[in-house]
């Protein structure tokens, strides 16, 4: 069997979601080539090993530059912070690497098309982790509005809620500093229901929004694991939004609504969409990630209402990869959807989806967001 040697650049959350997606995707996909755990990168030697040990890395890194040059790497997989994205993209894209990189694609509107250039110009497979895109839910979301079952889409409504930052003790990670996140809310989870909408509706046009920073100085973290982290007594500023609000315009007609929060408390992961067709309607949210809720307009009089469809049949998509009906995916799933289809279109020299040039167009509605933030008024998302 061909293998692709995977060279993964960060150890923390994501690191580990994606080191678990390498491990699993060739035991349960039917893989043209398959992932080979190769070498983990991360600043931090002992504790990069410990994760790799977990996970069965061959090797550990703490120089990335150097592992983008090296002949026996394949795949360079960007899990480091956003700020970090470009430069790393760039070099592997230079030294013929394909590249998986984590959402958002970049920090700025011109890092993304830098790196969406780069890739192209160098004919390498690139694809940006959207991943909610392949929880089986969303992707028959997708595959019922491409046979027409909810007929024309009229309006998206998404709001995607977390509660980790809520306390102000909540030390100042990275995601909470521009600088290295680019933005708040917005781009870490706001652009996940950007991609969808794209995905599901088609190109947002023009936007007017809202954001706010509710918490402004927070405690500088000490130690961060994860979505966790503890603080010491000195303190800094907070530079991104803890919340985003947008109504949208897109190309095709459609308008929506968009709530992006990490100050809805109650809420852990909370990524929910509702899309208004003229036949019908569809709605999804991860918490409940297994159903997918469905209306058809044209049910007989007296017997209209929402089903809840189990999206967990052999018949829907990725899931006669995994368990009998009913059994149920979790959140990893979706990483492991996403590198066995990269490693398909690495295998068979095809495009990954979705990849740069769509990170790219995503950000420009962020950015577009941000402008409009700051204007008041609607703005055209433009790539310019
Ligand atoms: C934190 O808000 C976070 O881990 C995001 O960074 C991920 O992209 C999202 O999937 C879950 O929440």
Redesign the pocket.
């Known amino acids: 069997m061909k293998t692709i040697n995977v060279a993964l650049i960060g150890y923390k959350?994501m690191g580990r979601a994606h080191s678990n997606a390498y491990r699993q995707a060739a035991a349960f996909f039917d893989l043209p080539a398959k992932p080979v755990l190769k070498v983990l990168v991360g600043r931090d030697q002992a504790a990069a090993q410990q994760v790799a040990d977990q996970f069965g890395w061959e090797e550990v890194a703490t120089d990335w530059r150097q592992v983008v040059e090296r002949c026996d790497v394949d795949l360079i997989d960007i899990a480091s912070p956003g700020k970090t994205h470009r430069d790393i993209a760039l070099a592997a894209a230079q030294c013929g690497k394909h590249i998986l990189c984590e959402?958002p694609l970049a920090n700025t509107l011109e890092e993304a098309k830098a790196m969406w250039y780069a890739a192209e110009e160098a004919n390498v497979v690139n694809m940006v982790n959207f991943?909610?895109r392949r929880t089986p839910a969303v992707a028959l979301a997708k595959q019922m509005i491409e046979a027409g079952e909810i007929g024309e889409i009229r309006q998206w409504r998404s709001a995607y809620l977390?509660d980790?930052i809520i306390d102000p003790a909540f030390p100042l990670v990275w995601?909470l500093q521009s600088a290295i996140s680019g933005s708040g809310a917005l781009g870490?989870?706001g652009a996940?229901s950007l991609d969808l909408a794209r995905y599901l509706v088609g190109e947002i046009e023009a936007v007017t929004s809202l954001t706010k920073t509710f918490i402004t100085e927070r405690p500088l973290a000490t130690a961060t694991t994860g979505?966790s982290a503890t603080g010491g007594s000195t303190r800094g500023p907070v530079t991104v939004d803890d919340a985003a609000i947008w109504l949208a315009k897109f190309a095709g007609g459609a308008i929506g609504t968009f709530e992006a929060t990490?100050m809805a408390p109650g809420r852990r992961?909370y990524?929910h969409f509702e899309i208004s067709g003229s036949k019908g309607s569809l709605g999804f949210n991860f918490e409940r990630m297994n159903e997918l809720e469905f209306y058809r307009h044209d049910d007989p009089a007296g017997r209209q209402g929402w089903r809840t469809i189990q999206a967990t049949e052999p018949s829907h998509p990725y899931v006669s990869a995994w368990w009998p009906a009913g059994h149920g995916l979790g959140y990893e799933h979706t990483f492991t959807h996403a590198v066995a289809d990269l490693c398909k279109a690495i295998a068979e020299g095809g495009k990954a989806s979705p990849d740069f040039a769509d990170g790219a167009k995503t950000q420009a509605v962020l950015e577009a967001i941000l402008r409009s933030a700051k204007s008041g008024a609607w703005e055209k998302t433009s790539m310019a």
């Open positions: 959350f959402k991943n909610y977390q980790w995601r870490d989870i996940h979505l990490r992961n990524n």
